[in-house]
């Protein structure tokens, strides 16, 4: 099957860093990712659309200047948090719908664990 | 834009029941239901699906029933075993051409009584 990978699993950082978080598509080609945000107990909340060789598509209320994308090539999506402070610490998972298969199904990848102390 | 409800946020069954969750949606467009189910830390799994052109789905002790006209579906877990303790999430998506976002309920823990 499909399989998303993210990097890194987790990863600690004081505030006012900047954290890049990886989201590879491994065994197919996704032209378009979603991130989402979970914070504990509660649902996934959609960030933004990720579209490979253009702008990405941010939800209302996201900041894009806060949460920069970028889908460099068909199989990689990079979400960097910059300034990241302790409000800003959840669990942020990506997705990818199968580009010329069933595009309505999407791959979850594992997910990153950021802390901002 | 699409608002999805779940219910309820916790449900408590004993082993061999069955347990239903349903969800509804706001935007009579969309046209793509998944549920999903998460375990503590870990990603959401796909574990059933259903598109606006069918009423119900059926997969061994999972289902999920689908009502446009009302625009709610419903998931239906039999027999239930322990492992099926998890949180359930239901979402809508509004797919056309290559992708739709798939907007999420605000889950279901649901828990097992061996």
């Known amino acids: 099957g499909a399989v998303v990978s ?3 699993s987790w990863v600690i950082c004081k505030s006012g860093t900047s954290v890049k978080i990886e989201c590879r598509s491994l065994d197919f080609q996704a032209t378009t990712m979603f991130w989402y ?3 504990p107990k509660q649902s996934l909340m959609l960030m933004a659309t990720s579209n490979e060789g253009s702008k990405a598509t941010y939800e209302q209320g ?4 806060k949460f920069l994308i970028n889908h460099a090539s068909l199989t990689l999506s990079t979400l960097t948090v910059t300034s990241a402070h302790p409000e800003d610490s959840s669990f942020y998972i990506c997705s990818a719908p199968l580009a010329g298969g069933r595009t309505d199904t999407q791959y979850f990848g594992p997910g ?3 802390t901002v102390l | 834009g699409e ?3 779940q219910h309820p946020s916790t449900l408590s069954v004993q082993e061999g ?3 239903v969750i349903k969800c509804t949606y706001s935007d009579s467009a969309s046209n793509y239901f998944p549920w999903y189910k998460q375990e503590l830390g870990k990603r959401p799994q796909l574990i059933i699906d259903i598109r606006s ?3 119900e789905k059926k997969d061994q002790r999972i289902a999920v029933t ?3 006209t009302a625009k709610h579906f419903s998931l239906h877990i039999t027999e239930t075993q322990p492992e099926d303790s998890a949180v359930y999430f239901c979402a809508a998506s509004i797919h056309t051409g290559n992708t739709g976002k798939l907007i999420f309920g605000q889950g279901t823990t649901l828990q097992v009584k061996p």
């Open chain 2, 17 to 19: 029941d069955s347990a």
């Open chain 2, 3 to 5: 608002n999805v409800e």
């Open chain 2, 53 to 55: 052109n069918v009423g």
């Open chain 1, 62 to 65: 996201v900041e894009k200047d």
């Open chain 1, 37 to 39: 945000r979970q914070f």
């Open chain 1, 6 to 8: 993210q990097h890194p």
């Open chain 2, 66 to 68: 689908l009502n446009k």
């Open chain 1, 112 to 114: 990153t664990r950021l």
